[in-house]
Structures are given as C-alpha cells and as structure tokens.
C-alpha cells in the first residue's frame, strides 16, 4: 500500500500548470511531487519554520545579482574560502 492516502484534483490555469510542468521537466520530478514539496514549503507539518526559511533563502539566492554584492564587509571568495580550508587541513595534519 502506497503512503499517499488521498487523491486531490484541482483545477489550475494554463500558466500556473506550465510553471508546475517546467519545474517538473526541469528537475527531472512529477508534477505530484513539485507540488507537494510547494505544500510542504509553504505549509511545515512540524512546525519547522527555520525549514521553510532555508529553502526559500537557498531559492532566492538564484535571484542575486553577484555582479554587485552588497556592501556588508569584505566577503571570501572561493580562492580565500579554499585557501583558509587549506590552512585549517594542514594544521589539523601537523597536529
């Protein structure tokens, strides 16, 4: 027996149903699990807000212009992030 004890059947307009269906080709998923993951997003069953608050943050990142961050202090950048992880590895090694 299946986990999944309902059938919902809704009515959508043509755009909605193409954001469904891109979303679904896109990630390679059915359209059945690109919703419920929207229901799960939007509505937590635990109580696991800080969830729902990371995905939508990990989701707006592809919004960002990186071209211009911002101003908030000096960032890392990938050579430094790796380089620090360099420095961090060798002294655990030395140790």
Do not use: C, F, H
């Given at each position: 027996m299946?986990l999944?004890?309902?059938?919902?059947?809704?009515?959508?307009?043509?755009?909605?149903?193409e954001r469904?269906?891109?979303?679904?080709?896109?990630?390679?998923?059915?359209?059945?699990?690109?919703?419920?993951?929207?229901?799960?997003?939007?509505f937590?069953?635990?109580?696991?807000?800080?969830?729902?608050?990371?995905?939508?943050?990990?989701l707006?990142?592809?919004?960002?212009?990186?071209?211009?961050?911002?101003?908030?202090g000096p960032?890392e950048?990938?050579?430094?992030?790796?380089a620090?992880?360099?420095?961090?590895?060798?002294?655990?090694?030395?140790?």
């Open positions: 299946s999944m004890e309902r059938r919902l059947q809704i009515l959508l307009d043509e755009k909605r149903y469904l269906t891109g979303e679904a080709e896109r990630t390679g998923r059915s359209v059945a699990a690109v919703v419920r993951e929207a229901i799960d997003m939007r937590p069953d635990d109580g696991g807000q800080s969830r729902a608050d990371a995905a939508r943050t990990l707006s990142l592809s919004d960002m212009d990186v071209s211009n961050p911002p101003d908030d960032g950048s990938p050579a430094e992030l790796k620090a992880y360099e420095e961090a590895l060798a002294a655990k090694v030395g140790d």
